[in-house]
């Protein structure tokens, strides 16, 4: 049994942290606590998401004001980063490797011997169902395969601190799914998760827990339902593409939820408008299947128009 | 009362930061260079001008008055060890050129910095590839050409006079060793290309020797021997061995010196260089 004050306190700390790229303000004087548990780090594209992850994995220093990390300055403390796991947006392994290679490779730098190498790095390949494909090179995997070994290595080490910057980004619907319920998990388990995304129904999957970043700023934290809500006027766009994209079509135009659907000039995307995203995510995965979708995802133009919103007033 | 969630344990897999850590990053880095064959072809090739020495010392101890053609004292390890800046030269254009280059092209410079390791660690881990190669080629062929030589002319090297030869190869194949190391890995880290950072090593090592023999023979130049970090190491080495080396026109105080500011520059643009994140303003 752990105090209430325990189980809430800040793993990550930002206390008027600013981060500027020369003229650029990337991260514009945040002060912010994330506790234990799955955080959604919400925001559009350029908003300072990467930033804000980057400073809290001791990869940036903050050009003003001071993050904190388990206690430590975030910057500056290597020793700390045995307990963090990175999965940063950018791809970021060596092409000539297995991925079995290259989880090996990453826990032997975290300090685990050879048997305890193998183990978790089988466990880790096994957990983002990439174990069939561990002796091919990474250079030879898709972009969905490229996410997971990135997110394998961010667990192999069991980190007691997750950073995952868009971690579901050119998964399919499949693969989007076990790694939402994989987030889910490691946060129930008490560790603490930080994830970015411009999706808001991805977030939503995942925790209701987000903070919202939009110009270098928290805008707004706290309950994902509270934004929702905001959303409800706004129709969700989700673009698919798919080895059958006209069966696809012909498939969710009849769903209640879809607004419209719209097929690509070059007939490969089908861009779908929804009202109501649950219903429609739900009722995806059985025609995902038939129609091969094989990549997905959503413009934040509807998120956009909730910042403007928040901005507003 | 609430019940919380027992919630996650951590486990303890290291708690400080570990000693050696940078050496998952040299075994990696060189289990990945000396698996190609062509590689460690010419790493032997390395060996040849030894067995070549070997055979001057061993025709001396049967016929001395080859001596006088072919001498076996400090020279003739200084002449070897000078002969093998050409060896490191190659092994790291084709076996370290993309160390850091390869890293930065990928990213996969934040793998490694997202771990329990420091920038340090990280540049020493590298760093040690490029030393590893050019001692393979420079100290280990030099001290076992010493030790052959005192096993087949144990009372001509066993003279009190020419203990000096065993420290001097030391001191001259780690300074080749560290400067070509330091050189390589910085030119590594300006790039993000392998073949770009090879080419540009063999630029400053081999076109700036061209530059040096214009200048110092068509226009009469002596400080244009600066230029060259082949002759300025060759020049350190002629003042250890006491070698006569025509081309080395200058003291070699102000090689050394140059050497010296080339290896802080590297350390510099390293320094500067190596980050997780490129920021770009």
Known sequence: MTTPAAATAPVLEYTRASRWYGPVIALNDVTTQVPPGVTGLLGPNGAGKSTFLKLAAGQLQPSQGEVKLLGVPAWGSPEVFHRVGLCPEADAFWENLTGRQFLTTLLRLSGFDEAECKQRTARALDEVDLAAAQDRKIGGYSRGMRQRIKLAQAIAHDPEVLLLDEPVTGMDPLNRRRVIDLVRRLGREGKTVVVSSHILYEVEAMTRRVLLVHNGRILAEGDVREIRDLLDEHPHTVALRARDPRRLAAAVVCWPAVVSVRLDPAGEWVTVE?????????ALHDAALEAGVVEMHSPDENLESVFRYLVAR | MPIYDQGYRRYEARGPLRKAR???????????VLSK????????????????????????TQYPQADRVLPIDGRLFGEFLNQQIGFTILLVIFGASGLVANDLRTGAILAYLSRPLTRRDYVIGKLLVPLFLCLSVTLAPGLLLYATGLSLAPDFY????????????????CAISLVVSL???????????????????????????MV?????HGFRQKPAMLLSIQTNLRAVGTALFGIADREVVMAWGWSALVLALLSLGCLYVLRSRVRAVEIVT
């Open chain 2, 37 to 60: 064959r062509a590689f460690l072809g010419l790493l032997l090739a390395g060996f040849i001008p030894f067995v070549v020495r070997v055979a001057q010392i061993y025709i001396v």
């Open chain 2, 212 to 216: 040096r023999v214009i200048l110092q």
């Open chain 1, 274 to 282: 929804t009202t109501r995203p649950d219903e429609f995510y739900g």
């Open chain 2, 158 to 173: 066993g003279k009190w006079e020419l203990a000096w030869i065993g420290p001097a190869i030391v001191v001259h194949a």
């Open chain 2, 183 to 209: 050189l390589t890995l910085a030119i590594s880290a300006l790039s993000r290309s392998a073949r770009v950072a090879g080419l540009a090593l063999f630029g400053l090592m081999v076109g700036l020797e």
């Open chain 2, 22 to 32: 940078f050496w998952p990053i040299t075994r990696e880095a060189l289990r990945l």
